[in-house]
């Protein structure tokens, strides 16, 4: 959470500033199959077990690609218009096999350095893959209308012709003309913008329906297939409509698209969704011309600016809600509608600059039969890429006689938990979520609570883990606070019908912003709230105390019975601790147990059966815990009411023969376990009469 050093790889993509030099101007041009190939090395990463020398190569790599990206661009403008052209369209075609791909991997690259063969990673069949695209770029010659600019030993007229360029285009700033009239500045602000609200947004099919939603019943299309369908549906149309210069540029356009930013920075829903689809197509419509523009502009300058400019609001992204960890955080706190605005209003310097500077240049438009074939084909690959995204979310829906069950019904029986993931990244830097799932799985959970768990940021992947656990296993899922509410993230998985849930923004007036979902489940035909939350840190005492304080108003005010799983961050029968667990609000799962900091259980109005706690293995640093409850049938909560029992907890503990092995926790946990998960602190599981 903290700043490490690490963080100065982010700027590893300032690189292509030494394209402010001739002399790397044209070796870039000359020798630019070397940045293919040394870019191509973040396909090996995955090799590196080590978290360090893993994160050194994908930064090398990174600022490669980055360079390759600059290169290409430059290179391709001065061979011809045809060739720019030809190279932007396959940039959009992959950024749409990317999401295509994802969408059938669970929202995961399965190229990724974070993917294995243990977690659904192609790393192997990436590796191949990239292996035979590097070799086609190496073997057969580059088409630009007739020109080859990277074979130009062969013909000394272009040789010729580029080193003229070089001399008109010298970022030491000899050229007045160049200076007056390319507006650089503004096309790199442009051109970061863009990038960043890219990546940031729709580099993956359900960021949008995540930042829209707002809990059950359904207040928008959920990631699969509606919501990530209609996400890439947008974006595909936004490129096309990005070939025709005019609209895309439009003053309309960028006032669609800003509208649309604003409403899913401060609404929630299908009007919120709607509008986020037509900031989806903005981005896409403006992606050809801001391109075309950027390699008229000097690469060195041009292109380190740009980048710098995606950098910092990268980092303004992750300030907004890291601010309590990193220096000068206050400043972006919970502050998401400034990076909206510096982001809509450097894409529209950079669109106007664009609109400028392609309206002089007769080669904007060019009509050439290559071109046009290029267009078609690039069209029809991304309307079939398009098709295979709905395709691949289609089938991963739920058939409707498949619905979720709990484990035990015919005993009326609920086992609940709680587990901190730190954003599904294992102690290895390696994608979690399959073992995740095989830990819930055996556990045999009904209902689990995560915390740290919003991983649609950039920093995070971009990346729904929830959707992989919940499909596989046949849960009902709640992805918790939107991204855009800043907060670490809270998450719940049920088999049990979810009637209603809200996401609760706990008081915070001193640190992080702490979250809670508050549920009402249908547990064998019983309501039963259950709250999830993430409470603050242990600098904050103030903080601690009013969320505390706000979740027991929360569980009063319910007349439901009640699970309470959570993070408190505080030690049993300290201060924090008296103002959740009380008579009238819910009781400890076991006050006996003194071994505990930051994660409780709590109940009332059910009978609990077993509690456990559960090592985490290496997927993070915090332990599972979990209980089992009865649910009563509704004469005997009747009953339970009237005389003011309210099914008082009995802590008198009995041996695990005294229940029917359906109420047994999973006896593979006992002893050394299975995969580092094993049951800890008092080594097995505890029941109560």
């Known amino acids: ?26 070796a870039t041009r000359r020798f630019r199959w070397s940045y293919a190939v040394l870019a191509s090395s973040i396909l090996i990463a995955y090799w590196f077990r080590n978290p360090v020398t893993k994160m050194l190569v994908v930064g090398g790599a990174y600022s490669a690609n980055v360079l390759y990206l600059a290169s290409l661009l430059y290179s391709d403008r001065i061979a011809s218009s045809g060739r720019l052209v030809h190279d932007i369209y396959a940039i959009e075609a992959g950024l749409v096999l990317s999401m295509a791909v994802r969408m059938a991997c669970y929202t995961n690259n399965p190229v990724w350095p974070i993917m294995n ?50 001399t008109y285009h010298s970022d030491a700033g000899s050229s007045t003309l160049v200076r007056n009239t390319v507006p650089w500045v503004s096309l790199a602000f442009g051109f970061g913008a863009w990038l960043f609200g890219l990546q940031s947004m729709f580099s993956e099919s359900s960021i949008l329906s995540r930042w829209t939603w707002d809990g ?39 006032v669609t698209g800003a509208v649309g930013a604003a409403v899913i920075t401060f609404m929630s829903g299908w009007l919120a969704f709607l509008f986020g689809l037509a900031l989806a197509l903005y981005f896409g419509a403006i992606t050809f011309p801001i391109l075309q523009a950027v390699a008229r502009c000097p690469p060195g300058r041009t292109f380190a600016l740009g980048f710098l400019v995606y950098n910092l609001l990268v980092l303004a992204h992750v300030w907004v809600v890291a601010y309590e960890f990193v220096p000068g955080g206050p400043l972006l706190r919970e502050r998401t509608w400034f990076v909206m605005l510096v982001m809509m209003l450097s894409i529209l310097a950079g669109v106007r600059s664009a609109c400028r500077v392609l309206s002089q240049q007769a080669s904007t438009v060019d009509l ?15 309307l079939v890429l398009t098709l295979f995204g709905w395709a691949a979310m289609v089938a991963r829906m739920p058939s409707p006689s498949n619905l979720p069950q709990p484990h035990h019904p015919e005993q009326r029986l609920v086992t609940s938990a709680i587990w901190t993931i730190h954003f599904d990244l294992d102690n290895e830097m390696w994608s979690a979520e399959q073992r995740i799932l095989e830990a819930v799985r055996d556990l045999e959970a009904d209902v689990m609570g995560f915390l740290e768990s919003d991983t649609e ?17 046949n849960y009902y899922v709640d992805y918790g606070p939107s991204p855009r509410k800043h907060t670490w993230g809270c998450a719940m998985l049920s088999k049990f019908p979810i009637k209603k849930s809200v996401h609760h923004l706990l008081p915070s007036p001193q640190g992080e912003l702490a979250c809670a979902i508050h549920a009402t489940l249908d547990m064998y035909g019983q309501d039963v709230d259950v709250i999830i939350s993430h409470n603050g840190q242990k600098e904050n005492a103030l903080d601690r105390r009013l969320q505390t304080t706000e979740i027991g108003r929360i569980i009063r005010a319910s007349e439901n019975p009640f699970i309470f799983t959570g993070y408190v961050v505080t030690k049993p029968n300290q201060t924090v601790y008296n103002l959740l667990f009380r008579k009238d609000q819910v009781r400890d799962v076991d006050p006996t147990d003194d071994d505990r900091w930051c994660q409780y259980i709590g109940y009332r109005g059910l009978k609990r059966v077993a509690y456990a706690r559960i090592s985490r293995g290496t997927i993070t640093d915090t332990e599972i815990q979990a209980a089992k409850f009865v649910i009563p049938d509704p004469a005997e909560t009747a009953a339970a009411a009237s005389t003011s029992k309210n099914w008082e907890p009995s802590y008198n503990r009995v041996p695990e023969s005294h229940y029917s092995p359906e109420y047994h926790f999973p006896s593979k946990f006992r002893g050394n376990g299975v995969r580092g998960h094993y049951y800890h602190v008092f080594n097995e599981p505890r029941y109560y009469d």
Not at 143 to 148: Q, V
Not at 227 to 243: N, P, Q, S, Y
Not at 457 to 473: F, S
Request: charged fraction near 15%; glycine fraction near 12%.
């Open 1 to 26: 959470m903290g700043i490490s050093g690490y963080e100065a790889l982010l700027f590893a993509d300032l690189l292509p500033a030494i394209l402010g030099i001739p002399f790397f101007r044209f």
């Open 117 to 166: 063969d243990l977690n659904g990673g192609w790393n192997f069949t990436g590796l191949v893959l990239g292996a035979v695209a590097l070799l086609i770029q190496l073997v057969l010659p580059v088409r630009a209308d007739g020109d080859d600019h990277d074979h130009d030993q062969g013909n000394g007229r272009h040789t010729s012709q580029a080193k003229k360029h070089d």
């Open 216 to 254: 059950y019943p359904h207040t928008g299309p959920l990631p699969v297939p509606l919501g990530g369908g209609l996400a890439l549906t947008a974006l595909v149309l936004g490129f096309i409509t990005g070939h025709r210069f005019g609209v895309s540029t439009s003053t309309a356009m960028w």
């Open 368 to 382: 050439s039969s290559s071109v046009r074939i290029d267009r078609s084909i690039a069209h029809k690959t991304m």
């Open 457 to 473: 940021r950039i920093i995070m992947g971009n990346r729904d883990w929830t959707q992989k656990v919940a499909e596989k296993l």
